[in-house]
C-alpha cells in the first residue's frame, strides 16, 4: 500500500522559509517520479514542482520558480520542498504525489500559513 506522510509546515513569516518532507513507503521510491501540489483555500488543487526518480531532472511551476527547490534522498525515501521567500499567496495545504505532475496518489498534506 502506497503511504506518503508529509510534514515540516506551519505558520511563518512573509519572506521566511520551511523546508517540507514527505516520507514514502508502500513502493519503490528510488523508482518513481515524485512531485509537490497544494491547494489554497477556495482554489484548485496547484502543481507545484517535480523530481525525476535519480533526483537529475526538476521542474517548477512559474509561480514557485527560484524560491523553491525539491529535493530527494533515495536512501531515506524521502522527498523535500525547501520553501524560501515565502509570499502570502503561498498558503496552502502542501501534498506530496507519486508521480511527476500531482495525479497520482498523494498524502494527507501539510499545512504552510504564511502571514504578513
Known amino acids: 500500500e502506497v503511504q506518503l506522510v508529509e510534514s515540516g509546515g506551519g505558520l511563518v513569516q512573509l519572506g521566511g522559509s520551511l523546508r517540507l518532507s514527505c516520507a514514502a513507503s508502500g513502493f519503490t521510491f528510488s523508482w518513481n517520479d515524485m512531485s509537490w501540489v497544494r491547494q489554497a483555500p477556495g482554489k484548485a488543487l496547484e502543481w507545484v514542482s517535480g523530481?525525476?526518480?535519480?533526483?537529475?531532472?526538476?521542474d517548477y511551476a512559474d509561480s514557485v520558480k527560484g524560491r523553491f527547490t525539491i529535493s530527494r534522498d533515495n536512501t531515506k525515501n524521502t522527498l523535500y520542498l525547501q520553501l524560501n521567500s515565502l509570499k502570502t499567496e503561498d498558503t496552502a495545504i502542501y501534498y506530496c504525489?507519486?508521480?511527476?505532475?500531482?495525479?497520482?496518489?498523494r498524502g494527507q498534506g501539510t499545512q504552510v500559513t504564511v502571514s504578513s
Open positions: 523530481i525525476s526518480p535519480g533526483g537529475h531532472f526538476a
Open positions: 504525489a507519486k508521480d511527476r505532475y500531482g495525479t497520482g496518489p
